[in-house]
């Protein structure tokens, strides 16, 4: 009976063998999605504003803006990829208060803290100590934290805006999220966030002035 | 109805944890006339494509008692897990959306309930069986993309024929060895970002041994 309570207890802790893929095998690309206002046409817009800086946000109502050299770059790409698809865009208060389209770009950085104990499936197989081995086990709570980043592009259209004054809602005609692990090297960085505003717009040919 | 669905199929694990029980109770009787089975699981999910690769990461459990010489009847579990790495692509999401990623999916099944046999040939060292279990499945079907991943988790009927050999060094001995083959198909609906899994056909084979 013994033999059978050790068997059946055995079967129990096995039946937990869920085996996780190996995450490793992901590439560090961001995330890159897109999506649009259904029936939007573009071919109507002629001309945008695009800020000469980055938002982002911090807690509450605070918020600081990027604007560096890495900075720059993101947002040269971003110009450079409108231009490309026909818009012009248009610069000063002047230009913001004439263009067809709003550009806006707000980078959120996040450290994501993880507090685990307890069973554990590590990233080390288990059999590499001997195959007598079952499953990881922390008897007391170990942290440990990642960072990552998002870049969000917005396009607003500022045609909607009234003559009278009143204040009205900006729809949002355009919208790109990009998400992935941030590495603390900003140069490193940049070249992942220029790759995911390629991407987005590569993934949205719609968005272009003319046919 | 999915109030219902939970409740047969808790009831069914009852029915399976009370069989492999009675078993249990008899082995201390009858104890010629029962035997277990522990097998290393080959299998291959090949319906739908959400991860299709051969893996080796399951076991098989099955406990018997032999009605006649030829017949046998008893309750068992297996899992199984299988992976699959989807290289960066874009996903039409909606109709308005669109998301470029790569992916790791992975599939875990765990199936249990009762099994029945025919031995078709009795040899003192060879014995050919054809069997079919039959019962319910527990699914886990988990996408691991960027910096995190989504996971849908069902319950639904399964039912496996098999055909396979018990074999036996030692005529007379009560410890031999087990190769099976089998499909099996499960009822389980998942859905994961945008492979949705509609029932779920498997193939595979069993090593393992018998006592």
């Given at each position: 009976m013994k033999h059978y309570l050790i068997a059946g207890v055995a079967l129990l802790v096995l039946s937990s063998c869920e085996k996780d893929p190996d995450?490793?095998?992901?590439?560090?690309d961001y995330v890159v999605y897109t999506e649009f206002l259904d029936?939007?046409?573009?071919?109507?817009f002629q001309t945008y504003y695009l800020p000469d800086s980055i938002l982002e946000p911090g807690q509450g109502r605070d918020a600081t803006y990027w604007k560096d050299d890495y900075a720059q770059m993101l947002i040269s790409e971003v110009s450079l990829l409108m231009d490309g698809r026909g818009f012009t865009r248009l610069a000063g208060e002047e230009g913001k208060e004439t263009a067809d389209l709003g550009l806006q770009m707000t980078y959120i950085a996040q450290t994501n803290q993880v507090t685990t104990g307890g069973l554990y499936y590590g990233?080390?197989?288990?059999?590499?100590?001997?195959?007598?081995w079952s499953s990881w086990y922390y008897p007391y709570a170990v942290t440990y934290s990642y960072d990552t980043g998002t870049l969000l592009l917005e396009l607003v259209d500022?045609?909607?805006?009234?003559d009278d004054g009143t204040a009205r809602r900006l729809p949002v005609v355009w919208y790109a999220n990009a998400q992935g692990y941030s590495f603390g090297n900003s140069r490193a960085d940049a070249a992942l966030l220029l790759r995911a505003i390629d991407q987005a717009f590569a993934q949205s040919p719609y968005v272009k002035h003319g046919n | 109805m999915k109030a219902i669905n939970n409740r047969l199929f808790a009831l069914l694990a009852v029915v399976a944890v009370a069989l492999a029980f009675v078993t249990d109770a008899a082995a201390q009787s009858r104890y010629d006339r029962v035997h277990f089975n522990i097998g290393w699981q080959m299998n291959s999910?090949?319906?739908?494509?959400?991860?299709?690769k051969l893996s080796g990461w399951g076991m098989a459990f099955e406990g018997d008692y032999d009605l006649t010489e030829r017949w046998s009847a008893g309750a068992f579990f297996n899992f199984h897990t299988n992976h699959k790495y989807v290289g960066r692509q874009t996903l039409p999401v909606g109709g308005t959306g669109a998301l470029t990623t790569d992916q790791q999916r992975s599939y875990f099944q765990l199936p249990f309930g009762v099994a029945g046999n025919y031995v078709v040939w009795d040899n003192a060292h060879f014995r050919p069986y054809v069997g079919v279990k039959a019962g319910a499945m527990y699914a886990k079907a988990t996408t691991y993309y960027g910096t995190g991943g989504v996971y849908d988790k069902s319950w639904g009927f399964y039912v496996s024929p098999e055909v396979g050999a018990a074999i036996y060094p030692?005529?007379?001995?009560r410890f031999g060895f087990r190769i099976t083959g089998y499909y099996s198909y499960a009822t389980n609906e998942t859905a994961t970002l945008t492979s949705p899994i509609d029932g779920q056909s498997n193939a595979g084979f069993r090593v393992g041994v018998i006592f």
């Amino acid at each position: 009976m013994k033999h059978y309570l050790i068997a059946g207890v055995a079967l129990l802790v096995l039946s937990s063998c869920e085996k996780d893929p190996d995450l490793d095998a992901l590439d560090t690309d961001y995330v890159v999605y897109t999506e649009f206002l259904d029936g939007v046409d573009f071919s109507r817009f002629q001309t945008y504003y695009l800020p000469d800086s980055i938002l982002e946000p911090g807690q509450g109502r605070d918020a600081t803006y990027w604007k560096d050299d890495y900075a720059q770059m993101l947002i040269s790409e971003v110009s450079l990829l409108m231009d490309g698809r026909g818009f012009t865009r248009l610069a000063g208060e002047e230009g913001k208060e004439t263009a067809d389209l709003g550009l806006q770009m707000t980078y959120i950085a996040q450290t994501n803290q993880v507090t685990t104990g307890g069973l554990y499936y590590g990233w080390w197989d288990y059999g590499y100590w001997g195959p007598w081995w079952s499953s990881w086990y922390y008897p007391y709570a170990v942290t440990y934290s990642y960072d990552t980043g998002t870049l969000l592009l917005e396009l607003v259209d500022l045609t909607k805006a009234s003559d009278d004054g009143t204040a009205r809602r900006l729809p949002v005609v355009w919208y790109a999220n990009a998400q992935g692990y941030s590495f603390g090297n900003s140069r490193a960085d940049a070249a992942l966030l220029l790759r995911a505003i390629d991407q987005a717009f590569a993934q949205s040919p719609y968005v272009k002035h003319g046919n | 109805m999915k109030a219902i669905n939970n409740r047969l199929f808790a009831l069914l694990a009852v029915v399976a944890v009370a069989l492999a029980f009675v078993t249990d109770a008899a082995a201390q009787s009858r104890y010629d006339r029962v035997h277990f089975n522990i097998g290393w699981q080959m299998n291959s999910p090949f319906s739908g494509g959400f991860a299709d690769k051969l893996s080796g990461w399951g076991m098989a459990f099955e406990g018997d008692y032999d009605l006649t010489e030829r017949w046998s009847a008893g309750a068992f579990f297996n899992f199984h897990t299988n992976h699959k790495y989807v290289g960066r692509q874009t996903l039409p999401v909606g109709g308005t959306g669109a998301l470029t990623t790569d992916q790791q999916r992975s599939y875990f099944q765990l199936p249990f309930g009762v099994a029945g046999n025919y031995v078709v040939w009795d040899n003192a060292h060879f014995r050919p069986y054809v069997g079919v279990k039959a019962g319910a499945m527990y699914a886990k079907a988990t996408t691991y993309y960027g910096t995190g991943g989504v996971y849908d988790k069902s319950w639904g009927f399964y039912v496996s024929p098999e055909v396979g050999a018990a074999i036996y060094p030692a005529a007379g001995k009560r410890f031999g060895f087990r190769i099976t083959g089998y499909y099996s198909y499960a009822t389980n609906e998942t859905a994961t970002l945008t492979s949705p899994i509609d029932g779920q056909s498997n193939a595979g084979f069993r090593v393992g041994v018998i006592f």
